[in-house]
C-alpha cells in the first residue's frame, strides 16, 4: 500500500524557517518524482514544486522560489521542503503528492504551518 | 502560466441527480487534466487523469471528458459520499496549475 506520512503540524515565529518532512512507502522512492501543493486557508491549490529523487533534480513554482527548497534522503525515503522567512501569507497547508505522470495519484495527510508571534 | 476556470462555484443536487462541473484552460492543454475530490479536513483524491481515464477504486459514476481548452465531469447519481470540493489540474507544462475548486452538497 502506498503511503506518504508527513511530519506534524508547526507553529513558528514570522522570520523563521521550518522544515516538514514526507516519509514514503509502499513503492520505490525512486522511481517516482515527488511534488509539494499549498492550500491556503479556505483557498485553492498552487504547486510549490517537484523533486525527481533518482538525480536529486528540482523544479520550482517561479512564485515559491527562494520561499522553498525540496530536497530528498532516498536512504530513509523521505521527501523534505523547507520553508523560509516565513510571514503570515505562509500560513496554510502543506502537502506531499506522488506523480503518476504529470497528476497526482497520492497525497500526504498535510502539515499545517501556522505562522505567529 | 496556464490559468484554469472553474464553473460553477458552487452548486447542490439531490440525490440520483447529475451532476456537471467544467474546467477551463486558458490554452490547449492536451487532454492533460486531471480531476480530484477534497473531502473538508482531508487531502484531494484522484477521481480522473489523462481528461477521462478513472483511477482505480472510483466508482464508476464519475467520468471525465473533453478535449483542447474545454473538460467537464459528470457525476451520473449523485450519492451523498459525493458532496465536498472539486478541482481541476493541467499537467501540461509547469507550473501545474489548479481551479479554484466548486463546492458540491447534498440538496
Known amino acids: 500500500e502506498v503511503k506518504l506520512q508527513q511530519s506534524g503540524d508547526e507553529l513558528v515565529r514570522p522570520g523563521a524557517s521550518v522544515k516538514m518532512s514526507c516519509k514514503a512507502s509502499?513503492?520505490?522512492?525512486?522511481?517516482?518524482?515527488m511534488h509539494w501543493v499549498k492550500q491556503s486557508p479556505g483557498q485553492g491549490l498552487e504547486w510549490i514544486g517537484t523533486?525527481?529523487?533518482?538525480?536529486?533534480?528540482?523544479s520550482y513554482n517561479q512564485k515559491f522560489k527562494g520561499k522553498a527548497t525540496l530536497t530528498a534522503d532516498k536512504s530513509s525515503n523521505t521527501a523534505y521542503m523547507e520553508l523560509s522567512r516565513l510571514t503570515s501569507e505562509d500560513s496554510a497547508v502543506y502537502y506531499c503528492?506522488?506523480?503518476?505522470?504529470?497528476?497526482?495519484?497520492?497525497w500526504g495527510q498535510g502539515v499545517m504551518v501556522t505562522v505567529s508571534s | 502560466d496556464i490559468q484554469m476556470t472553474q464553473s460553477p462555484a458552487s452548486l447542490s443536487a439531490s440525490l440520483g441527480e447529475t451532476v456537471t462541473i467544467q474546467c477551463r484552460a486558458s490554452?490547449?492543454?492536451?487532454?492533460?487534466l486531471a480531476w480530484y475530490q477534497q473531502k473538508p479536513g482531508k487531502s484531494p483524491q484522484l477521481l480522473i487523469y489523462?481528461?477521462?481515464s478513472l483511477q482505480d477504486g472510483v466508482p464508476s459514476r464519475f467520468s471525465g471528458s473533453g478535449s483542447g481548452t474545454q473538460y467537464s465531469l459528470k457525476i451520473s447519481s449523485m450519492q451523498t459520499e459525493d458532496e465536498g470540493v472539486y478541482f481541476c489540474?493541467?499537467?501540461?507544462?509547469?507550473?501545474?496549475?489548479f481551479g479554484a475548486g466548486t463546492k458540491l452538497e447534498l440538496k
Open positions: 503528492a506522488r506523480e503518476g505522470s504529470w497528476y497526482f495519484d497520492y
Open positions: 509502499g513503492y520505490t522512492f525512486t522511481d517516482y518524482a
Open positions: 523533486i525527481i529523487p533518482l538525480i536529486d533534480t528540482t
Open positions: 490554452e490547449d492543454i492536451y487532454s492533460g
Open positions: 489523462g481528461a477521462s
Open positions: 489540474q493541467q499537467g501540461l507544462k509547469y507550473p501545474y496549475t
